[in-house]
C-alpha cells in the first residue's frame, strides 16, 4: 500500500530552522509532481512549495519564497522541506502530497487538484 509519513516538526523560536522529510513507502517519486502543503484550524490548506516531476518547474507560496527549499531524492523516495527565518505564521500542520504530472504546476499546487496522495502531516509551531 502507499504510504507518505511526515516527520521533522516540532517547536522552534522565531528566526529559527527546521527540515522536514517526507518518506514514501509503495510509491516512487519519479514522474510525479510533489509538495508541501499546510493548515491550521479554520483554514484552508494552502500550498507552500511544489516541484514538477521533471524538476523543470518550481514553485513557492510568495509568504516563503526565500526562506524555504524544496527537494527531493527520487532515488530514496524522500521529499525535504528545508525552512529558515521561521516566523509564528509559518506556524501550521505541514502535509506532503503528490500528485500526476500537471502542465501548471502553480495551480496544482494551490489548488491540490487531482492529488493522489496525502501524508499524515507534521506539526509546526514557531514560538518564543
Known amino acids: 500500500q502507499v504510504q507518505l509519513v511526515e516527520s521533522g516538526g516540532g517547536l522552534v523560536p522565531p528566526g529559527g530552522s527546521l527540515r522536514l522529510s517526507c518518506t514514501a513507502a509503495?510509491?516512487?517519486?519519479?514522474?510525479?509532481?510533489v509538495g508541501w502543503f499546510r493548515r491550521m484550524p479554520g483554514y484552508d490548506r494552502d500550498g507552500i512549495a511544489c516541484?514538477?516531476?521533471?524538476?523543470?518547474?518550481?514553485y513557492y507560496r510568495d509568504s516563503v519564497e526565500g526562506r524555504f527549499t524544496i527537494s527531493r531524492d527520487n532515488a530514496n523516495n524522500v521529499l525535504i522541506l528545508e525552512m529558515n527565518d521561521l516566523k509564528p505564521e509559518d506556524t501550521a500542520i505541514y502535509y506532503c502530497?503528490?500528485?500526476?504530472?500537471?502542465?501548471?504546476?502553480?495551480?496544482?499546487?494551490?489548488?491540490?487538484?487531482?492529488?493522489?496522495?496525502w501524508g499524515r502531516g507534521t506539526a509546526v509551531t514557531v514560538s518564543s
Open positions: 509503495g510509491l516512487s517519486f519519479y514522474g510525479y509532481a
Open positions: 516541484l514538477s516531476a521533471t524538476d523543470d518547474s518550481i
Open positions: 502530497g503528490v500528485g500526476p504530472n500537471t502542465p501548471n504546476l502553480r495551480v496544482w499546487c494551490m489548488t491540490q487538484v487531482g492529488m493522489d496522495y
